[in-house]
């Protein structure tokens, strides 16, 4: 059976999963960069499972980076898989993808697909052209402590997902109306308000064949032109990053230096060459996008909003600002977004407003004012920004700290990857996707030594 597609950047993984002694609801853990802020949570789930085999005891919950004791976890999730490997906690079942069915309070059945992705088809660089790109920019500074984590690590386990663009639903669809075809592993309710999980074996030759042959279509030259209403110079682009992208290019960066020591002929197969993902189809009509909104503080809300204009019209757009004295009257006025004007809304100590600028220079109303936040924090290094999610709670956080909010509009799905295409990776904090506990679970694992 082949097992590398490598025109498409798709490997067949060998899967690692626990054995059937290990309880699946203690072993399976929310990804690690949930609940950073929520101390309780975390303290929730260690006192839930204990000693008892865990991914807990093989990841670094993000709430505890740069504490004292950091080296020491990071030393202890390495041993700790090791462990689980001798002792037959975690059993090498067999090479094959993985179909999952997850329903969650908010979600009747989201689908998708455990694959390993060839970190070579890779770029996270804002101009990458490669087939597997970065949706946001990477920021390079938070690479280190994962790095860190998976260097010299016997196993991965996965929280990344990766979007696909398939609106005709041939990739991952086609296994959820054949489940009677494949064997289910588990069956079982997440910890913590999770949700519930199911997990079928994807291995026989017809199958992978069959979507490997559907991603090649997605992946066809004339076909993506077409879609996009691009030229032959924009490379094609298959796999977008819809969430924890910087986990993906830490495995990146990991292999870059690796490859380095390898002969030609042991860089084809390498296990670090590749790293396991979710695919979710953006179509799924389970996949929502939230927006996320901007607040500042320390900030003097007439030079920014005077500085922003100037910015505007410096690179032949123009920014107009009117208020409104209560929300009800802003909403009111408030429109859809074209392709010559965008809108977004505001508040400062002066009242509520929306921005319009006319002629925007790119495709989402938070990238064309992102790209003059960046500059201007750079400048005024008083002015502190933070991203929130929830308009209510951005209002919450304004109305105890003052200054100035920035609310935008929902990201539509079909504007995702025509975006990537033509303006190239998302600033960071552009969307949202899913509450925390809706979030990727830990459950497989790979080798990614030899």
């Known amino acids: 059976m082949k097992t590398f597609f490598e025109n498409i950047g798709i490997k067949v993984p060998e899967i690692y999963l626990p054995n059937s002694n290990v309880d699946l609801k203690k072993w399976s853990v929310v990804a690690c960069d949930q609940y950073t802020s929520q101390p309780d949570y975390w303290a929730e789930v260690e006192n839930y499972v204990g000693s008892n085999p865990s991914t807990l005891h093989i990841i670094l919950p993000e709430i505890y980076l740069e504490w004292a004791d950091e080296k020491q976890r990071i030393e202890n999730i390495k041993s700790n898989i090791v462990k689980y490997v001798n002792e037959g906690v975690l059993e090498n079942k067999w090479a094959g993808f993985v179909y999952l069915d997850r329903q969650t309070s908010h979600a009747l059945s989201r689908k998708w697909l455990i694959v390993a992705l060839d970190l070579e088809k890779y770029d996270y660089s804002k101009w990458s052209q490669t087939l597997i790109r970065a949706s946001e920019w990477t920021i390079v500074d938070r690479l280190p402590p994962r790095i860190k984590i998976r260097d010299g690590a016997l196993m991965e386990s996965p929280h990344i997902l990766v979007l696909i663009d398939d609106p005709q639903k041939t990739v991952i669809e086609p296994i959820s109306h054949n489940l009677d075809k494949y064997k289910k592993l588990y069956d079982f309710e997440l910890m913590m308000e999770g949700g519930h999980i199911k997990w079928y074996q994807v291995s026989d030759e017809e199958s992978i064949n069959s979507i490997a042959s559907a991603l090649e279509k997605l992946a066809d030259k004339e076909w993506f032109k077409d879609k996009y209403w691009v030229g032959d110079d924009l490379g094609v682009l298959l796999f977008a990053m819809g969430d924890w992208n910087h986990s993906f290019a830490t495995a990146k960066a990991i292999w870059e230096e690796k490859k380095k020591t390898l002969s030609e002929e042991e860089k084809l197969d390498h296990p670090a060459r590749f790293a396991i993902v979710e695919i979710n189809n953006i179509h ?137 295409v033509v303006d190239w990776a998302l600033p960071r904090k552009t969307f949202s996707m899913w509450e925390a506990e809706e979030k990727r679970f830990y459950l497989e694992c790979r080798k990614i030594v030899k």
Not at 332 to 349: N, P, V
Request: proline share 2%.
């Open 284 to 420: 799924d009509a389970w996949i929502n996008f939230e927006p996320i909104h901007r607040v500042l503080f320390n900030v003097d809300t007439k030079d920014i909003l005077d500085q922003m204009a100037k910015h505007f019209s410096s690179i032949g757009s123009e920014l107009a600002i009117q208020r409104y004295s209560n929300k009800e009257e802003l909403k009111e006025e408030l429109q859809e977004s074209t392709d010559d004007i965008h809108y977004c809304r505001g508040m400062d100590e002066d009242g509520y407003f929306i921005l319009w600028i006319k002629n925007p220079k790119l495709n989402l109303e938070v990238w064309n004012v992102q790209e003059f936040l960046d500059k201007y924090l750079l400048e005024n290094k008083d002015v502190k920004i933070d991203y929130v999610h929830w308009e209510e709670v951005t209002e919450q956080l304004w109305r105890k700290r003052r200054n100035m909010w920035l609310l935008f509009p929902i990201m539509h799905k079909s504007d995702f990857f025509k975006t990537i």
